[in-house]
């Protein structure tokens, strides 16, 4: 039997534009992303694809027909240990207190040297504080428009 090529996803990273204007998503430097601290799970994303039946009355056999469509973009949940003294978490430029507005997301893998860089509208946050384990914060983010590769 083959040993497998299965990897952890133990060192995931993602990281938060400041917001600045970009006039060319492929020059943006790292330097106005912010890493958001503390992620225990995700980035998890989650792509579709819409489908449009073309059926006619020459299907073969009887059989519906489709074509694949737009691809929506879906979401990407990230949940965190709750640090309020990480920025991204908790001020003024947190994800918390921009819900609604759109900014460019990296996101990369352990292992791989390109990383996916897209834009996303922050549409919910929420919180937990429980008695015997680590407060957390989580962050849904929606995808919208092309994803593109980065080198890490």
Known sequence: MAPTNALLGYGATAAIHDGSTVTDHTTIPAS?????????????????????????????????????????????????????????????DSLRNNIGATRYFQFAEPGNSLGMQVQCIITGVSRTRPVADAMQISFTLKKTGAEFAYTV
Not at 61 to 76: F, H, N, Q, S
């Open 32 to 92: 106005v992303f912010a890493l958001i601290g503390e992620i225990r799970e995700g980035p998890d994303d989650e792509d579709t694809a819409d489908l449009v039946e073309v059926t006619n009355h020459q299907s073969d056999g009887k059989r519906r027909e489709y074509i694949g469509a737009l691809i929506d973009g879906g979401e990407v949940t990230l949940t965190c240990n709750y640090d309020p003294t990480d920025p991204t978490h908790f001020g003024a």
